[in-house]
């Protein structure tokens, strides 16, 4: 039986006021409080929005590409006029200097290419193969290589000289994801003193499991240039301030609040969301879809199961498959009732452990289909294929169960999108990692233990079986939640309390530089 554990509060940790901050602390311009900066930007004259990410979805043809994230930050963007930097997604023999700029209505695009050697090291290398292995528990996977380390410093190194000259000292800059940890210390370092604030996107583990890390006092150290740090639970926030803690950076000066070389930075838990009624709306209207009416269909009687991930480790593709196998065999009155679909587009192909698990994942869906399948009934439709924006939306709708069990994740948005996709009257059930930040707010799902095979296949039978009152219930509640916190209160969060931090800090801004504060690991391996 899936195991319901006790509801987290998922509110925010808001950093404290600005009158607590030092009387050391000086400032060289005034700026503006959170709600000052509300009026400014509504009349359009407050500071610029700068956002960094990895991938920029630069417009091809004068719109921006729809995407929960992508709508919300570029919501964000357009209420100022704002500025997106990132990479372009281009690697190249030679990178050209400074960004390639392009402008869609009040929202300028800058981007970089990477130079191959740049694209191996920091974004294949040390981003994926040892910030993400680490931050999502998965110590068996890291590679460490100290060339990749240094390769995502250098790299980080090469966006700050490029943004650098197209701040203005106004700007809010906000950083987002592990692929720029320490780009704010590269910033300061070239003079900036704007406001910047960092968001990361997936989970940050306790201290025994983070100090895996290369560099790993290094990289903390360089969260120290940051006004604001920002996670999706207050359990990563929690983990996160243990691990400076545990390596003396700094000190602590209240809840959520550290003093780094003279610089105080926030820390705190802002849980992101989805556009919950734009995706309510596509669902409902997705009933016409074609693809959605041939696999309604294609279904006949049977109820439907899916599953939307990356395909990544972090999602617990192998434990879910055996999880309905298992289900399946211990309830055989299900056979030929249910289908499972699992839609996974590849993602990470040119690294080597997704590879890997490419082949492993597939080989065991066949090999489900052939042990349990029959010659009119295919178990698991596993697809390595996207689906559009539309027809994803009325699949979730059809089916009776979402089950998304990663074995951890930051937030997991599917889990959030298959609750705003339900029918009001007859909606399906969510079967939810405990492990999943989403699990937070969500806490009506049926919250499992995704390496409990058991444990799983239980949920499964139950979510099949469950009554309509309970299931009205249980999605009434997580609605109401999705509904209010919502991706644009997301965003307005985390920007609310980046504004009232006083920022324009001249001297709390020394660099945590390798010289002025010696990592007790080398950066390059010993000869
Ligand atoms: C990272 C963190 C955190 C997937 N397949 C298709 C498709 N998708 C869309 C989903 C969803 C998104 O991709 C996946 O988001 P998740 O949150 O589930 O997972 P990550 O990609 O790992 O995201 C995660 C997130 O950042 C945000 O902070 O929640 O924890 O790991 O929106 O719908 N969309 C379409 N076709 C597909 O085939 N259209």
């Known amino acids: 039986m899936a195991d319901i554990p006790d509801p987290a509060s998922d509110a925010p940790r808001q950093p404290v006021g600005r009158s607590e901050m030092p009387d050391r602390v000086s400032r060289s311009r ?61 690697t190249v023999e030679n990178p050209s200097e400074g960004a390639r700029i392009s402008q869609a209505g009040n929202i300028t695009f800058a981007v970089m290419d990477l130079a191959k050697q740049d694209y191996d090291e920091y974004y294949a290398g040390f981003a994926n193969r040892a910030l993400w292995p680490v931050c999502h528990y998965r110590l068996d996977l890291v590679q460490i290589e100290r060339h990749e380390l240094d390769g995502y410093f250098r790299v980080n190194r090469a966006f700050a000289a490029t943004l650098a000259p197209l701040l203005r000292p106004d700007d809010i800059v906000w950083v987002h994801d592990y692929h720029f940890i320490p780009l704010a210390s590269e910033l300061r370092k070239l003079g900036s003193n704007n406001r910047i604030g960092f968001f990361l996107h997936i989970p940050w583990p306790p201290p025994d499991v983070a100090s895996a890390l290369p560099a790993y006092h290094r990289l903390l150290q360089n969260f120290g240039a940051y006004d604001l740090v920002g996670f999706h639970t207050p359990q990563d926030a929690e983990n996160f301030e243990r691990c400076l803690v545990g390596e003396n950076i700094g000190s602590s000066v209240g809840p959520g609040e550290h003093q ?27 009933e016409r879809n074609a693809l959605v009416r041939r696999t309604r269909a294609s279904l006949g009687n049977r109820s439907l199961i899916i599953g939307v991930d990356r395909l990544d480790y972090s999602k617990g593709l192998k434990q879910r498959i055996e999880a309905f196998s298992c289900f399946i065999t211990s309830n055989p009155d299900f056979r030929n009732r249910v289908t499972y679909i699992q839609i996974t587009p590849k993602s990470r192909s040119d690294v080597p452990e997704y590879q890997r698990m490419q082949r492993e994942i597939a080989e065991q869906a066949g090999w489900t289909n052939g042990n349990l399948g029959e010659v009119d009934w295919t178990p698991v439709r596993y697809v390595n294929r996207t689906v559009g924006h539309a027809a994803l939306a009325g699949l979730y709708r059809m089916s009776r169960v979402g089950l998304v069990t990663p074995l951890r994740d930051g937030m997991n948005l599917v889990a959030k999108e298959f609750v705003a996709a339900q029918q009001p009257d007859d909606p399906g059930v969510l079967i939810l990692s405990r492990f999943a930040g989403a699990a937070h707010e969500l806490d009506c799902a049926l919250l499992v233990n995704p390496y409990d095979t058991e444990v799983c296949a239980a949920a499964i039978a139950r979510a099949l079986q469950m009554p309509l009152a309970e299931r009205r219930e249980r999605w009434a509640t997580m609605m109401k939640r999705l509904q209010v916190n919502t991706v644009e209160a997301w965003c307005q969060r985390f920007l609310s309390s980046l504004s009232r931090i006083p920022a324009g800090v001249t001297e709390a801004h020394p660099a945590p530089d390798a010289e002025r504060n010696p990592s007790p690991e080398p950066e390059t391996a010993p000869a």
Request: hydrophobic share 40%.
């Open 30 to 90: 005034k700026r503006a409080s959170g709600s000052e900066l509300e009026r400014r930007r509504a009349s359009a004259s407050g500071p610029r929005l700068v956002v960094v990410s990895n991938r920029v979805p630069v417009p091809k043809d004068g719109s921006t590409k729809a995407g929960g994230l992508s709508v919300a930050l570029e919501g964000a963007l357009k209420q100022s006029g704002g500025l997106w930097f990132g990479w372009s997604g281009e």
């Open 260 to 286: 780094i070389d003279g610089h105080r930075v926030r820390i705190g838990a802002f849980p992101v969301g989805i556009d919950t009624e734009t995706f309510a709306r596509a669902a409902a209207g997705a």
